[in-house]
């Protein structure tokens, strides 16, 4: 597996490999079991900070994702087959949709502008207005 | 003991009347790598100093290792536990690389020949006289002689200066792997904020002698959002902001805003305006970096 960060786009690092993980496993170029490389060689390959990669696979393991086993390494979790059949369906929902909307004319900066725009309002607590110090 | 391995309660310094420190306050976690910047003169190489216990300062408290670096005796433990790579690279030009190692290794009773002898073929140092070496290879001997006294904590001022990028990259992969191999802390200050940004997990930012921004790198990203606001008509009397806007500027229907915190209150309170989208976008640390140190 081949990860690519970019520091100079303003995304914290840790998202970023996040992000690139949990792409991986939704598509299934990581499977169930895989192993991901240590902590010390995916900061040396990345040459990324060790703390920024600990951090990324903390809130991994949080949400499921992979495993940190004591000594033997960092796994992809075994209960993440479900997460990818999910993923899937959601996948052709998405294309039927983008295909629908390219049919109208929309171009693509459009559509992402629109996906966008609704996400946000979509964001749960948005409407109660209150203030989040 | 405190959890810093540095830790700076207003420093204060002056030279001549003129003060380079206004109450600098520093704390570095262990087993961090924290990027230390400024601008020419903002204070980085004064407080450097200030820590090896080079000087003194005029108020204030510099600890490193739980220590006091102005202290003569706890200056020379924490002198021995740490490794310091300057910015200028001159050192005994007529010594061989293994004359210096020798001559290094008789102040360090806990000298590792495994690192050196790593650090030695990795950096393809051998055999070498000091002259001879470039720029790069200088930086990459400073740094061995550093690693190999099993410093607990270095100290790097611009170590990539005047480096080209092959060996820059080399220098911060070398970098990461000391942390995560020995755990070893990092402090350095740089002028690369690229740089910066690819390897340290917290970062401060100093202007006029005191840290003007200061935290964990990937919380900064976070907190701090560019936002562009696009009205339905232009507006007749400027919005008063809520807490978190940091700078704003406005052409026409569109106000574009930097906001360091309190984001998605900005957001609400431009959404309740109608008509208005929003649009949000990261910011890099140069942006972060330029918004508070360029008003001078």
Known sequence: ?133 | MSDWVIEARGLRKSFKGQPVLTGLNLEVPAGSIFGFLGRNGAGKTTTIKLLMGFLKPDCGDARVFGLPAGDSSAGLEIRRRLGFVTEDKEMYPDMTVEQIIRFTRGFYPKWRVDLEQHYLTLFDLACRKISDLSKGMRSRLMLLLAISHGAELLILDEPTEGLDPVAREDMLRELVAISASEGTTIFFSSHQLEEVEQIADRVCIIDDGAAVVAGSLDDLKTQYQRLRVVFAEELRTPVRWGEGVEHVRQDGRTVDILASGNVEAIINQARSFPGASVERFPVTLKEIFLQHVRSD
């Open chain 1, 1 to 133: 597996m081949i990860f690519y960060l970019n520091p100079s786009t303003g995304q914290p690092l840790y998202l970023q490999l996040m992000e690139q993980i949990r792409h991986a496993v939704e598509t299934g170029a990581l499977k169930a079991g895989d192993q991901l490389p240590t902590i010390r060689k995916m900061a040396e390959d990345l040459v990324m900070n060790p703390n920024t990669v600990v951090r990324a696979y903390r809130e991994l393991q949080h949400e499921g994702i992979i495993e940190l086993r004591h000594g033997s390494g960092v796994f992809v979790s075994e209960s993440v087959g479900g997460r990818t059949r999910v993923t899937k369906k959601a996948q052709t929902i998405v294309q039927s949709a983008l295909d629908r909307l390219a049919d109208l004319g929309l171009t693509e900066d459009e559509i992402r502008r629109l996906f966008e725009n609704e996400l946000a309002q979509h964001r749960p607590g948005k409407a109660s207005g209150g203030d989040h110090e």
